[in-house]
T-cell receptor
């Protein structure tokens, strides 16, 4: 069990540029989540995949944001035309579907700074 | 909508003292409840979770939390603080059948030598 990994760990970009983040979940986990965490706040849910299907998107996820999980394994989160307000930590989590509430395991996050 | 309130954005204790971090949730139906810890530059790590099996939940590193339905609370405690406990702690809730976690704003625990 190598845990959830995220790349890159840090990204600095200029306003208006596009950025893409990658998340590799724990290998047997079929559920994958993206959260965003701003300074002084708890993580906020962005979107959720079960296998390759994106089942929910938060209202926080504007049309500049898109997430994919093409083969039900790794996932990417792309932000187009970045804005300064997009600066945050982007967290990925994965879990294995169970009857009782499963545990979400989090990656270390990608910290985005938009200049 | 579900919400989580963590009282106290910062809590400071002496090493060896009792740790008490407060969490209240809003729900008409008992939810699932979680405590996560976040160390600097690391991801969130699960300390413990309540899934209705027992109201007193024991977690890692001697942390425990008690679910009190009448008070809609799920406070986190540890009998004796260690310097290594200094971190940010997040309480989270999810409803039965839901997959997303709703987090509180976090409490930063400072441990004084």
């Amino acid at each position: 069990d190598t845990g959830v990994s995220q790349n890159p760990r840090h990204k600095i970009t200029k306003r208006g540029q596009n950025v893409t983040f990658r998340c590799d979940p724990i290998s047997e986990h079929n559920r994958l989540y993206w959260y965003r965490q701003t300074l002084g706040q708890g993580p906020e849910f962005l979107t959720y995949f079960q296998n390759e299907a994106q089942l929910e998107k938060s209202r926080l996820l504007s049309d500049r944001f898109s997430a994919e999980r093409p083969k039900g394994s790794f996932s990417t989160l792309e932000i187009q035309r970045t804005e300064q307000g997009d600066s945050a930590m982007y967290l990925c989590a994965s879990s294995l579907e169970r009857q009782l509430q499963e545990t979400q395991y989090f990656g270390p996050g990608t910290r985005l700074l938009v200049l | 909508a579900q919400s989580v309130t963590q009282l106290g954005s910062h809590v400071s204790v002496s090493e060896g003292a009792l740790v008490l971090l407060r969490c209240n949730y809003s729900s008409s139906v008992p939810p699932y409840l979680f405590w996560y810890v976040q160390y600097p530059n690391q991801g969130l790590q699960l300390l413990l979770k309540y899934t209705s099996a027992a109201t007193l939940v024991k977690g890692i590193n001697d942390f425990e939390a008690e679910f009190k339905k009448s008070e809609t609370s799920f406070h986190l405690t540890k009998p004796s603080a260690h310097m290594s406990d200094a971190a940010e702690y997040f309480c989270a809730v999810s409803e039965y059948g839901s997959y997303k976690l709703i987090f509180g704003s976090g409490t930063r625990l400072l441990v004084r030598p």
